[in-house]
Each structure stands twice: as structure tokens, then as C-alpha cells.
């Protein structure tokens, strides 16, 4: 088959592409993973989908022989150092994530250099090189469990994310250092007056991603008791995933990437989901299409490696952020 009929096949319908990636994902022992922000029918054909923390997991217990991961770089490179021995594709090389090209091992070396005895935290959204660098692993869904694991007298280096960085201190009470990174599209949402749509509104709740550049004025006015608490949640993808299910409110405020409306929509069709930015999608995470994932089935590519030296220090901080404790987030099948 060449790449023009995985284009004939796409153009052919869901259930026609779908019914070969399976079977092809089959043939292969392939598991398919897609992260929440996929688009629609990649969230559908896959077998598992749900927030960074949640995919990890699967990684890390599956029995699959392959992983196919429907998701960026980072995440791909997390899954293979939970699996070693296992064949971890991503579908398209140039799915990469501006917050984890924030910070490199170098730099964080010299930031290490200027606070010896600091304990490195660093969000999954980072290079496994910078992982070698890092003492313990965190994601949006564990990382204020992750901070709260470390001696009350240790200094912290937090990284790359400036905004779950606040957040988690906020959560915490407990000071950190920061690195001054962020992710293009949480930094970007615009997020209008929304003191005056939840007032306009008494029903509808918001949910905001940690990395959002809105969070800390968010945080703010509900400290102000602006906005009300009973119906603000600053959550990871998979909490926004499970909160819907759980919450008594109809109709959410969604401030993250527009992908996981999807799942949102899915899981909870009888309530309603509203981005609060139209525009907040993430060029990386669509760089993976139904296309690129039937080629990935099919020719198995592309293959992740990590060198060896590398990845026994990355792991090292990857797994004992597993050990930390369940996830927050939302997996579905
Ligand atoms: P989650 O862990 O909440 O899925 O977030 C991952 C991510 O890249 C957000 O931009
Ligand atoms: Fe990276 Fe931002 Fe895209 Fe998430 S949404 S993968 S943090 S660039």
C-alpha cells in the first residue's frame, strides 16, 4: 500500500480507515495511545485515550509488544523509557511542544550549577535529556503531590512551565523556583470577561488547565471571591474528563486546547462544552492525522530510541513519579 491509498482510505470514511488501523494495529501488536487533544477520529480509533500522566501509566503496564503514540515527542519518549523493550512509534517526528523547547539539559545544568541541594521538578513536557538532569518527574494531574513529597526545608527548581509553577505554589504555600517557560497555546488564551460570563450564567462552571496563562488571574479573582468556587476548577485534561462526569453542573467554560472537547462531548453527550478561546489549538499535537497513523501501523514508524546513558537517569525520575501515587486524570477506552 503507498501513502496515496492511506490518503484513499481516509477519504474513504471513518469506519473504513478505522476498521485498517485496527487491523493493522493488530497484525502488529500494536497499542494505539492518543492524548486528549487528538483529533476526533484518532481519539475514537485509539484504544486508550486520556491526559499525559494517564498514558504514562499504560505505557509503563501494558503487555503490547508496540506502542503507537498518538501524541508529542515528549510523550513518546516518556512511554519508551517506561518501556524499554518495547517498540514506541509517534506517527509524525514533527510533533513536537514549545514548552518542553524551553528549557535544554545545558541550560538546566547551569541553573543546577547556581543552587546545589535544590531538588529539580520537572513537568513531563521536557526532553529526556533534561528528564537525565531532573530528580522527579511530574505532570498537570500530580504535580502539587509531587512538590508535597519533598522535604519542607529542601529548595525546589520547578521547570518549564511558569504558570503550573504558580499554581502549584499557590497549592502548596510553599515557594519555589521557576523557570520562566511556557506553552504557546495555554499562554495565548484569551479568556474576556469571565467575572461576567459565570455571573451571566449562575449554572455554568469553569474549568481552566494549569498551564493557561489566564490561571494565576483566575486564581486571583477567586481569592477575590470574584468568580465562585463551587464552579472554578483549575484541573489537567483527564480531571476535566472525570470532573464532568462527577460535577451536578450542565454546562462548562473549557479553557485548554480545543481537543478535548471531544472527549468531553463523548463522555458527557447530555451536557454541554464550551471553549473559552476558539482558537487554542496546538499545531504539534494536529501534526499527527488519521493518515500519519495508518503509515505508523502499517510501515512501523517512527521509531523513538534514546541512548542508553540517558535514559537510566531520565527513567529514574519518570518512575518515581509513578510511585507517587494514582492519577487524577480520566483514561478512557
Ligand atoms: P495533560 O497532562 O493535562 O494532558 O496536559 C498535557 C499537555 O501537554 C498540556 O498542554
Ligand atoms: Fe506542548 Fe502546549 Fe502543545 Fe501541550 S499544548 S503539547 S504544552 S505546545
Redesign the pocket.
Given at each position: 500500500m503507498s501513502a496515496a491509498d492511506a490518503g484513499a482510505l481516509v477519504a474513504a470514511g471513518y469506519d473504513t480507515w478505522a476498521a485498517e488501523v485496527r487491523r493493522l494495529a493488530g497484525e502488529r501488536g500494536a497499542l494505539i495511545l492518543a492524548?486528549?487533544?487528538q483529533v476526533p477520529w484518532i481519539q475514537d480509533v485509539a484504544h486508550q485515550v486520556?491526559?499525559?500522566?494517564?498514558?504514562s501509566r499504560v505505557a509503563a503496564d501494558t503487555d503490547a509488544r508496540v506502542i503507537v503514540f498518538c501524541?508529542?515527542h515528549?510523550?513518546a519518549e516518556t512511554a519508551k523509557l517506561l518501556s524499554p523493550d518495547k517498540t514506541v512509534l509517534l506517527p509524525d517526528l514533527r510533533a513536537g511542544?514549545s514548552?518542553a523547547d524551553s528549557i535544554t539539559a545545558d541550560q538546566l545544568r547551569a541553573w543546577k550549577a547556581e543552587h546545589p541541594g535544590a531538588v529539580v521538578v520537572a513537568y513531563?513536557?521536557t526532553s529526556a535529556e533534561v528528564k537525565a538532569e531532573s530528580d522527579i518527574c511530574c505532570?498537570?494531574?500530580n504535580a502539587v503531590d509531587v512538590v508535597r513529597s519533598i522535604p519542607a526545608d529542601t529548595e525546589i527548581l520547578f521547570l518549564p512551565d511558569m504558570f503550573l509553577g504558580a499554581h502549584v505554589e499557590r497549592q502548596t504555600g510553599r515557594s519555589m523556583q521557576i523557570w520562566m517557560g511556557e506553552?504557546h497555546?495555554?499562554a495565548g488564551i484569551q479568556p474576556g470577561d469571565l467575572r461576567a460570563r459565570m455571573e451571566a450564567e449562575p449554572g455554568v462552571e469553569l474549568m481552566v488547565?494549569?498551564?493557561c496563562g489566564c490561571t494565576t488571574n483566575v486564581i486571583y479573582l477567586l481569592g477575590e471571591g470574584e468568580l465562585p468556587a463551587d464552579r472554578t476548577k483549575v484541573?489537567?485534561?483527564?480531571?476535566?474528563v472525570a470532573e464532568a462526569g462527577s460535577s451536578p453542573n450542565t454546562r462548562f467554560l473549557v479553557a485548554?486546547?480545543t481537543g478535548?472537547l471531544h472527549q468531553l462531548r463523548k463522555a458527557q453527550p447530555s451536557k454541554t462544552f464550551e471553549p473559552i478561546d476558539r482558537a487554542a489549538e496546538?499545531r504539534y499535537?494536529k501534526a499527527i492525522t488519521p493518515e500519519s497513523l495508518l503509515v505508523a501501523v502499517r510501515d512501523g514508524v517512527h521509531e523513538i530510541t534514546i541512548p542508553d546513558d540517558v535514559a537510566v537517569r531520565a527513567r529514574r525520575a519518570v518512575e518515581r513519579m509513578i510511585q507517587i501515587g494514582p492519577s487524577a486524570?480520566a483514561l478512557r477506552g
Open positions: 492524548h486528549n487533544y486520556g491526559d499525559s500522566l494517564a498514558l501524541g508529542v515528549f510523550m511542544c514548552l513531563v513536557n505532570t498537570s494531574s506553552c497555546v495555554h488547565h494549569p498551564e484541573l489537567s485534561t483527564g480531571g476535566m485548554t486546547e478535548i496546538c499535537m486524570g
